[in-house]
């Protein structure tokens, strides 16, 4: 079908799946993004939620594209903050163990752009994202996970606005069965940079 024959759904489902293999592009990428601009008055809130990280990218690979109004954006921010799914198990035992080594950090923090941070250092601009696995597929040739679409394009967004992303997978931790394999494991997660932050908060010199 032609693009005016597509409703707020399918729109939203293509802004969101052009948005998660990081097809920005094409040379029809903004007539598009201009399209569903039109007639976002038209999308619910769900469709909304989609179309926020599509305008994000928008923002950072086409930044003379056309410009929202201030209340639209905040219209889609608060859409799409909505979905944030509720902390884990998981993400709560991650927590625990960074804070015994020493990683203070921010527990679901939210940035100004609207994404939920598993644990943050806002002032560094460093996150840990704990990841389930609704944020994996397998790869049926290597028989191996690899990230999914939503999860690249998280950590694609954060990068752009200056945050340096650590990611724990949920079958890598969920092989650590001591408090000292834990340690080990995030100490080489965070390599030099972790162990500056521990030190310097320790007054340790380093």
């Known amino acids: 079908p032609r693009l005016g024959e597509f409703n707020s759904q399918a729109l939203a489902n293509t802004a969101w799946a052009f948005?998660?293999?990081?097809?920005?592009?094409?040379?029809?990428?903004?007539?598009?993004?201009?399209?569903?601009?039109?007639?976002?008055?038209?999308?619910?809130?769900i469709e909304l939620s989609q179309l926020y990280p599509f305008?994000?990218?928008m923002c950072?690979?086409?930044?003379h594209a056309r410009q929202l109004e201030p209340q639209l954006q905040e219209r889609l921010r608060q859409a799409y903050v909505q979905t944030m799914p509720r902390p884990s198990r998981l993400q709560r035992n991650v927590s625990t163990a960074l804070s015994r080594l020493g990683w203070t950090h921010e527990f679901e923090y939210v940035t100004e752009e609207g994404?939920?941070?598993?644990?943050?250092?806002?002032?560094?601009?460093?996150?840990?994202?704990?990841?389930?696995?609704?944020h994996y597929l397998r790869d049926a040739a290597s028989d191996t996970f690899v990230e999914n679409g939503a999860t690249r394009l998280k950590?694609?967004?954060?990068?752009?606005f200056g945050?340096?992303?650590?990611?724990?997978?949920?079958?890598?931790?969920?092989?650590?069965?001591?408090?000292?394999?834990?340690?080990?494991?995030?100490?080489?997660k965070l390599g030099n940079s972790g162990r500056g932050e521990v030190a310097e908060r320790r007054g340790v010199a380093i």
């Open 115 to 134: 994404f939920s941070l598993d644990m943050a250092r806002p002032t560094l601009k460093h996150c840990i994202e704990v990841d389930g696995p609704s």
């Open 60 to 63: 950072v690979e086409h930044p």
């Open 155 to 160: 950590t694609r967004l954060l990068e752009s």
């Open 163 to 188: 945050w340096t992303v650590t990611r724990v997978p949920y079958f890598e931790w969920g092989r650590l069965q001591s408090d000292v394999e834990k340690r080990h494991y995030l100490e080489a």
């Open 19 to 45: 948005a998660c293999a990081g097809c920005l592009t094409s040379d029809g990428i903004v007539a598009f993004f201009d399209h569903v601009i039109d007639i976002v008055s038209t999308f619910e809130a």
């Open 55 to 57: 305008w994000l990218l």
